[in-house]
Each structure stands twice: as C-alpha cells, then as structure tokens.
C-alpha cells in the first residue's frame, strides 16, 4: 500500500476506535444466569420496538423507553412458547436479565421480571450535567 492509503486506514480506525467509547449503550439478556432463582423461566429476546433482534445474546439496546418482546421456551405444555410485549425504561450502560415468573410451571400465562441489573464492562455513561 502507499502512504496516503495507509494514513487514510489508521485515521479511519482511529476514529472508529474513539467513537466506540463516547456512545452509551445496553443490553437486554433472557438466557439463564447464575443467580437466577430457581422458580423463573428464560425467555427470548424477540423484538425491540417492533424490530427483530439478532439471534445472540444479550441483545444491545440503546437507552430510553423500549418496548421489548419477548418469548418463553417450548415446553411440555406449550410447544411453541408464549410471547409477551412489555415496555422498560433503559438506563445506559446497564445489562438487564429478563426472566418469566409463572405461577405455576405447568401455565402458559407469565409475567416479565428484570431479575437483575449489572453495569456493561467498558461502556462509560453520559458525564451528568
């Protein structure tokens, strides 16, 4: 490569590199954790405001109001999951594990709880002003 290409490449990371740092973000996570209680269910992350999320998790997600969609696993009971739609207010730079309490194993109907809030590693939230 000549120089001005290579000087073009290194700006361009560089520049991307910085702009890694100054945007907040967050993300949402259904999957199974460790500190997860025994009587709630994994879900899926299927939507956010109303647009299909990537098959990987956590889902990133950008701050404010969200209306997020979500699905619980097949089961015995239920062979296709049963999904859900809920609105949460996203702080930046937070991890969210979602999980579903039911009442019962066996029933379709749940409820979507945020079990537990951890911050993103390496991702720095807006100075206050």
Known sequence: MNAPIQTFMALAALAAAAGCGTTPYSQIDGARYSRAAI???PVLVTRIDGRSTPFTTPVRVDPGMRTVQVQTYPGLVDRFGTEKTFRMEVKPCTLYHLVAVKPNSLLRDFEVKVDYEEPVPGC??????
Do not use: L
Request: overall charge neutral; glycine content about 0%.
């Open 39 to 41: 009587d709630t269910h």
């Open 124 to 129: 720095a939230p807006p100075a206050a002003r």
